[in-house]
């Protein structure tokens, strides 16, 4: 029997990382809170919570070297999730209370606040998956998962041009308008809506990562 995951949820002052800690663990990981640079950097899944306000998660990610960590993660093809804000963070900028503020970039695209009559967008929703998707296997097409938003991305603006590489997989939901509920992009994967949250969906969801590690 080989040996569990090893799964760094990244503690930089901004996310649920008790929560995300124990679904985790359900779901078969062998898990660790800490920002440590060492540890999460050879963990075989990173994991990146996000709650409050763009801005202030990514001066505290800054502050941890956690812009470092993820870059260099990715450079070298070692998985990276990020959940809510922690989804947020991986896009150009995003727009809050008419401030604008840095992403990290890894994707194009703006942050910015949801276009509904009622916000913030707050409990369960459903989501359209696309129909290859490794993130959501084995889950069903009406699978619920919980949210708690006021910002968004509406628009995904990344295209692919090489025919080698593979074009990522975005998942999609609505609440006004469509919006970007997930994405799977090679070794970064993330979602706006909250998996450890989300019951026997959510555990689905995370195991499937964990499979990939």
Not at 139 to 148: G, K, S, T
């Amino acid at each position: 029997m080989s040996a569990p995951k090893k799964v760094v949820v990244f503690d930089y002052g901004f996310g649920n990382v008790r929560s995300a800690e124990r679904a985790l663990a359900r779901a078969g990981a062998d898990v660790e809170i800490t920002r440590d640079f060492d540890r999460a950097m050879n963990a075989d899944g990173l994991l990146v919570p996000g709650v409050g306000a763009f801005a202030a998660c990514m001066k505290g990610l800054k502050e941890a070297r956690g812009d470092w960590i993820i870059d260099r993660r990715l450079s070298g093809g070692r998985p990276v999730m990020g959940i809510c804000v922690g989804m947020q963070i991986l896009f150009a900028r995003g727009i809050e209370h008419g401030v604008e503020t840095e992403g990290l970039d890894e994707w194009p695209g703006t942050v910015e606040p949801l276009q509904a009559e009622i916000v913030p967008h707050m409990g369960w929703n459903t989501v359209e998956t696309p129909a290859d998707s490794e993130l959501f296997a084995g889950l069903d097409a009406d699978a619920r998962f919980y949210f708690v938003h006021s910002y968004a991305v509406h628009d995904w603006a990344l295209e692919t041009h090489n025919p080698t590489m593979l074009a990522p997989k975005v998942t999609w939901s609505t609440h006004g308008k469509p919006f970007v509920a997930a994405v799977e992009n090679g070794a970064l994967w993330a979602t706006q809506f909250h998996p450890e949250k989300s019951g026997d969906a959510g555990a689905q969801l995370l195991t499937n990562w964990i499979g990939t590690l």
